[in-house]
């Protein structure tokens, strides 16, 4: 692939899976099964991540775990500053959110200003009885004051690095790869 | 995209990113409110009369956390003949970002756009006979709702548009707005009520409701306009009812998926006819909370970013 040129592979599809796999057991472990679970991804592939980390969940409590997605991108401190972007879908189960306990995924957690928006968002549609936060890359650089719960893998990356999460659903296949940097 | 003026101006893809974004504020409905206009300031500046269309741009921006400042004609100082340029020039000196404006003359959207006198962005929310592109997107919007998905256009549907083709900016901006998209496009008017240069519209003309009623996948009847009729158009409005009025019996000559649309306001029991106005097939309500959305995706591509 050539967006890959240059970069190189930290997760294989098996590293993915298994690092969802342990996300999942860690929030059927603190939650202590709890049965008010709201999984809500961030579009786009933290949409396909929650997806997954639910099927996980509802596997290892066997129960059906609500699911949805967040588009954040009209609570964006941003927008100004770049072109429009399209907007993403939405969904969250009728009833789901309120006084529930809402679980954010993202794919790649960066400045933490997708997340602050994502919690401006969940303010705006009901009031969960408290929000945690998994995301499959943690790679540094905090801006703002906010940090996961749960973490499939930290990894250090330098400011001009990018990192690239693929997944078969919309990519093709599983990988996360980091290129760019010197 | 920096005003939105007319509904030729809009290109294939800005369209159906419009009603995608509609789409999405729909998804969002659940939402108290949309921080995403905070800091914004949003003037309604409405020469003529409207119910639908001033309170749906003032709801689609409060819901966006804008600004919004109304101005009617009556009851400011253009009761004492203050010009269109001093009403903008003001407008500028409160700085607004975007000038929502309905006017009697045509090309008064144009005029206050191009002029110079504002820096802000201009939303042509109807110019006498000439467009209001907004409502030709929230009627596009409503028939893909019923026939398509979001990301696609219109392609393969067949739509009506009934009445004062003449004196109708909805018709116009409509014409052009759906064979944007794609759909085919009839109108249906008697001689008198059509503009000069129609033949060389996107669509097809006929005389006749006849003659495409059992085709059409949306029917779109129009207001007849006492308001703008200054000549006799019709010999009478019974007479105009009974050749081109939507009554029951009509309705039954159309598919069974066929939807019926109206802009707004209704003459029930002249252009149609209050059974079929209350029928399960008319979306005409759903078209005025379709309005709001619009309104949003438009206000939202205009002030937040800096290009479609």
Redesign the interface.
């Known amino acids: 692939m050539s967006q890959n040129v240059g970069s190189r592979l930290v997760l294989d599809a098996s590293e993915i899976a298994r690092a969802l796999t342990r996300i999942s057991h860690e929030i059927d472990e603190r939650t202590k099964g709890a049965n008010d679970v709201l999984v809500l991804g961030i579009p786009t592939r933290g949409a396909y991540l929650a997806q997954r980390i639910a099927s996980n969940l509802s596997k290892i409590q066997g129960n059906e775990i609500n699911v949805g997605t967040l588009d954040i991108t009209l609570f964006r401190d941003d927008l100004k500053r770049q072109p429009i972007r399209a907007l993403l879908p939405t969904y969250i189960p009728a009833g789901s959110l309120e006084d529930s306990l809402v679980i954010l995924v993202d794919d790649v957690f960066f400045s933490g200003r997708t997340i602050r928006a994502a919690l401006d968002a969940l303010n705006e549609f009901g009031r969960p009885r408290a929000v945690q936060l998994a995301v499959l890359i943690d790679r540094g650089h905090r801006e703002l004051p906010i940090r996961a719960d749960y973490v499939g893998k930290n990894l250090p990356t330098s400011m001009d690095e990018k990192v690239t999460v693929q997944l078969s659903e919309i990519d093709g296949e599983d990988a996360v790869y980091v290129g760019g940097g010197q | 995209m920096k005003h939105l003026l007319t509904s030729e101006s809009l290109t294939r893809e800005e369209t159906i990113?419009l009603l995608?974004?509609a789409s999405?504020?729909r998804?969002?409905s659940?939402?108290?409110?949309?921080?995403?206009l905070r800091g914004f300031t949003v003037v309604n500046l409405f020469f003529e009369d409207s119910t639908r269309t001033r309170i749906s741009f003032e709801a689609a921006a409060k819901r966006?956390s804008a600004d919004v400042i109304n101005f009617s004609a009556k009851g400011s100082s253009v009761s004492k003949g203050e010009s269109l340029k001093d009403t903008a020039l003001t407008l500028q000196a409160m700085g607004a970002d975007a000038v929502v404006i309905r006017h009697p003359a045509s090309g008064s959207a144009e005029r206050l756009a191009n002029a110079g006198w504002i820096s802000g962005s201009v939303i042509n929310a109807g110019d006498g006979t000439h467009q209001h592109p907004t409502q030709a997107l929230l009627d596009a919007f409503t028939i893909r709702n019923h026939f398509g998905e979001v990301g696609g256009d219109l392609q393969g549907l067949s739509i009506a548009i009934v009445g004062d083709i003449l004196h109708s900016r909805v018709a116009r901006s409509n014409v052009f707005l759906l064979s944007t998209l794609g759909a085919k496009v009839h109108v249906v008017a008697p001689a008198t009520l059509l503009p000069i240069g129609v033949e060389k519209w996107p669509c097809s003309v006929h005389f006749s409701l006849e003659e495409i009623l059992g085709e059409v996948d949306a029917i779109m009847m129009l207001r007849i306009q006492s308001e703008r009729m200054t000549d006799s158009y019709f010999p009478s409005e019974l007479e105009y009812s009974k050749r081109y009025g939507l009554d029951q019996e009509r309705f039954a000559m159309m598919q069974d998926h066929a939807i019926i649309m109206h802009p707004g306001p209704m003459n029930r029991g002249l252009e149609i006819s209050a059974a079929v106005a209350d029928n399960a097939r008319s979306v005409i309500v759903e078209q005025v909370s379709n309005g709001v959305l619009i309104r949003m995706a438009v206000l939202?591509?205009i002030l937040?970013?800096?290009?479609?």
């Not at chain 2, 659940?30 to 995403?36: D, H």
């Not at chain 2, 937040?304 to 479609?308: I, K, Q, T, V, Y």
């Open positions: 990113a995608d974004t999405r504020m998804e969002l659940g939402a108290k409110k949309l921080p995403t966006l939202f591509h937040a970013g800096e290009s479609l």
